[in-house]
């Protein structure tokens, strides 16, 4: 499984050094883990979500890992604050869970991290490997390509990731079950197994709105470049 994490000038010095352990800050939140023991490293299943939080708490790096599924202990969701898209900030004072997954840390090993990057790239966001000979080792996931016009030229497309979708998903579950905890959202109606194929179905049943959101993007882009 194609993963990412967030990586500080501590963690990066320990793959080189066996003997040192990562010793700087945690950032400690709620999640869905239930731990045995605090032996754990935690990966994010999509990109844009190690961008913000390298961007929250100044990390160095985004590591790209290869982790093998049979080495993931669970899988589930931590919860932020703060999180936009470049297209919805509706979320942005709200809770909102974050796929992740979590290894043992005596199951890690150095060479499952692939490549590192300073900033989120669409190689990440599709989770393609940079080692061209690993392209067809892995399966990667294509963008969603959304086309839409404004009034003052040829039709524009512009690309959603997976986390962009998944952030329209979590704003349509929350408007449609005003009563519903963050929590009783999490437990009824996400699985991180399977949350590739839920984001997929979600963009494909409502394909109207996303055409209708990303015409208002477009328009407020192009208003800032006049500006």
Known sequence: MVLYRCLDNTEIIS??????????????????????????KHFYVFADHANFLKKEQD???IGQYVIPDYLIEQYGFGYYCG?????????????????????????????????????????YQRNMLYQRDEYNRYEFDEF??????????????????????????????????????????????????TIKEKIE???????KYFIEQNKEYIKRRNNRKQN
């Open 15 to 40: 793959m080189f050094n066996k003997n040192i352990d990562r010793k700087g800050p945690k950032v400690i939140g709620r999640n869905t883990f239930k731990y045995d023991s605090d032996d754990y």
């Open 59 to 61: 990390y160095l790096l």
């Open 83 to 123: 999180i936009k898209t470049k297209r919805n900030s509706n979320l942005i004072d709200e809770e909102i869970p974050i796929p992740e997954v979590i290894i043992k840390k005596s199951n890690f090993k150095n060479i499952f991290l692939n490549h590192v990057n300073d900033r989120l790239t669409p190689i």
């Open 144 to 193: 969603f390509s959304v086309e839409s016009k404004d009034n003052h030229g040829p039709p524009i497309s512009t690309n959603y990731s997976y986390a962009e979708v998944y952030y329209e998903y979590i704003d349509y579950l929350i408007k449609n079950h005003p009563y519903d905890s963050i929590k009783e959202i999490v437990k009824y109606y996400l699985d991180c197994e």
């Open 201 to 207: 179905e979600f963009f494909s049943n409502n394909k």
